[in-house]
């Protein structure tokens, strides 16, 4: 069996992979890519599935953020 990741860890990883999103998506008007598309899809899915993990009581601390709509995504996307 192996052990849980740190909820800092967790953490870490949605930033990163929220950043990789930044710099994926293009600015303005610009389309996406059928590449960037499967990019952004799965960056979110790794997002969601980090933050899946996140303790309630610290994801409460930041109520302005929509943490359970991102989790969802997360299902939407992998689930169908």
């Not at 930044?22 to 499967?38: K, M, N, T, Y």
Request: one cysteine or more; charged letters at 30%; aromatic letters at 4%.
């Amino acid at each position: 069996m192996t052990a849980e990741r740190p909820t800092v860890a967790r953490l870490e990883d949605a930033r990163q992979y929220a950043e990789r999103i930044r710099r994926i998506a293009p600015s303005g008007d610009a389309a996406l890519s059928e590449r960037d598309v499967f990019a952004i899809r799965y960056c979110l899915a790794v997002i969601g599935e980090a933050l899946d993990k996140v303790p309630e009581t610290l994801l409460a601390n930041e109520p302005e953020i929509p943490w359970r709509r991102v989790i969802a995504l997360r299902h939407r996307l992998v689930h169908g």
